[in-house]
């Protein structure tokens, strides 16, 4: 008897869908919405009206039935495995994964847990956000993070958050952003002693985690550590052979 194809998708190949926000800054390597940060393929779906400032400065606030029905476009196409580029939807977590019925892991921040377990006593881990006045408990809690875990942001910078929040412009200096990161991350160390490890919450701050493991002498865990962790799962490495 010959091998037998199965169908039932219209995709094949890319079983990790990411939802999108709708945005028109640079999207350079390693952030979430170049595809070619990616070493497999993924779906896209971009959820049209949800643009940063309305996710990360409004709450997302009645945007939850557009990322459902993107959701199931998404896993309709053929999705296994869903995911979105902004950490603040981990609002959105417990929703979309009881709509779609496949993982869901909304947001960086889901890894605050994984990744404290993993240090040694006396040590716990600090989070950079994009925005750290609109990070919630809602927020964190939805994530599984712990309240009294530290964070700070980046609205102080010179470009980062004005960029992809505020869309005060559609070039971004990719020299400033990195220094933003990176001095949010310094007065992170600066301010708690007893950091271990970071985790980024914003999905493009993937391009600055190598500088900041340099700068910071700690791990540091990203939405790209989230996927490529998640993706593993939904498509095992095979040794056979």
């Known amino acids: 008897m010959g091998t037998i194809a199965r169908g039932g998708k219209a995709v094949y190949g890319a079983p990790l869908g990411i939802l999108m926000l709708e945005a028109r800054f640079p999207r350079i390597p390693g952030d979430m919405g170049n595809a070619e940060t990616w070493p ?3 779906l896209y779906r971009v959820v049209r009206g949800a643009s940063p400032e309305r996710v990360v400065l ?3 606030a009645g945007l939850l039935p557009d990322f459902l029905d993107a959701a199931k476009e998404l896993v309709d196409f053929g999705a296994e495995a869903i995911t979105t580029n902004c950490g603040f939807l981990s609002l959105f977590q ?3 994964a009881a709509h779609v019925g496949v993982p869901v892991a909304t947001s960086s921040l889901m890894q605050v847990p994984w990744v404290q377990a993993m240090l040694p006593p006396g040590k716990r881990v600090g989070v950079i956000t994009v925005s750290a006045g609109s990070l919630t408990p809602r927020h964190l809690e939805a994530a599984g993070v712990p309240l009294d875990t530290p964070f700070v942001g980046t609205e102080d910078g ?8 505020r869309a005060e412009k559609q070039d971004m200096d990719v ?9 949010a991350g310094e007065r992170l160390m600066r301010e708690h002693a007893d950091i271990g490890a970071v ?4 999905t493009n701050m993937p391009p600055y985690a190598k500088a900041l493991r340099a700068a910071l ?4 865990f990203d939405v790209y550590s989230l996927v490529t962790w998640l993706r593993a ?3 095992p490495r095979g040794f056979e052979g």
């Open 175 to 183: 020299d400033l952003a990195r220094r933003d990161i990176l001095r």
């Open 58 to 60: 409004d709450g997302a």
């Open 199 to 202: 985790v980024l919450e914003c």
């Open 217 to 220: 002498g700690v791990p540091v």
């Open 40 to 42: 497999f393929p993924v």
């Open 158 to 165: 010179e470009e980062f958050f004005r960029v992809l929040i």
């Open 94 to 96: 417990a929703e979309i």
């Open 233 to 235: 799962g939904v498509r």
